[in-house]
């Protein structure tokens, strides 16, 4: 009887570890209250792509990115939707050697506009480069509350944790 409830544990391990091996990367956003370190549950996130080159936004269709968090403040993002670029998707007859190196750069540089759309003010930069938060991750600053002790998020592979806190009364949302 004991052996049959190790096997079977041993079989949910196996497929629960096949089934993420399976699923694209997954980049998380954590939003976290700049006040007292609290997640921020259930608010708006926005995820534009930067051209290095021109430091605007990349204009295409499904763009920016949306996304809510959920009860624990994170917001999960599919890592192939953040690294192509409009170059890559379309075929090109041309076989322009410009635009070959300029699609390689954009795919190598790409950085990361993260915004908060929740009703709040954004405490933290929001532009991260993409090869940073895949290798180590991020951590924002924190600009609302200077006091606040960053130490107590490590920077972990695929995640970026930003600060955001509430309008007070005398802003009325007015940013």
């Known amino acids: 009887m004991r052996s049959y409830w190790i096997v079977s ?39 534009y792509r930067i051209n290095p080159d021109t430091h605007r936004p990349i204009v295409e269709q499904g763009m920016p990115l949306q996304g809510t968090a959920d009860d624990d403040g994170r917001v999960l993002f599919p890592d192939e939707k953040l690294r192509s670029t409009p170059s890559e998707n379309q075929s090109s007859n041309s076989g322009d050697k410009r635009e070959a190196v300029s699609r390689q750069r954009l795919s190598k540089l790409l950085d990361l506009q993260i915004t908060y759309a929740g009703g709040g ?3 933290s930069t929001g532009l991260f480069s993409l090869d940073e938060i895949r290798t180590s991750g991020v951590v924002g600053d924190n600009h609302c509350n200077r006091k606040f002790d960053l130490t107590k998020f490590k920077r972990t592979p695929r995640e970026v944790v930003i600060f955001v806190r509430k309008y007070r009364w005398w802003e009325n949302g007015s940013e």
Do not use: E, F
């Open 9 to 47: 544990a041993l079989c949910c391990l196996v497929a629960v570890a096949s089934h993420a091996q399976q699923g694209s990367p997954i980049i998380t956003v954590q939003l976290i209250n700049a006040t007292d370190g609290k997640p921020v549950p259930r608010r708006g996130v926005l995820v």
């Open 121 to 123: 003010i954004q405490c």
